[in-house]
């Protein structure tokens, strides 16, 4: 599940900047997609690293 969570995040801040630009939520959204994208980040070492 833990390997999942890297693109989840990815997504939610997709929608957390979408919802942001309809309603104006300004530094809430940019402050929020950080965050987002600081979990996502450290989430990638659950990734697999299979090499063919």
């Known amino acids: ?3 999942y969570l890297t693109a ?7 929608v ?3 919802i ?3 309603t104006n939520w ?3 959204s940019w402050f929020i997609s950080f965050v987002l994208l ?3 980040a450290t989430f990638t070492k ?3 690293n299979k090499k063919h």
């Not at 989840?8 to 997709?14: E, I, Q, R, T, Y």
Request: charge should be positive; include cysteine; hydrophobic fraction near 65%.
């Open 20 to 22: 942001g630009l309809q």
């Open 26 to 28: 300004g530094l809430a």
């Open 38 to 40: 600081l979990l996502a």
């Open 16 to 18: 957390v900047q979408l």
């Open 46 to 48: 659950y990734l697999d």
């Open 8 to 14: 989840l995040c990815l997504l939610f801040m997709v």
């Open 1 to 3: 599940m833990k390997k």
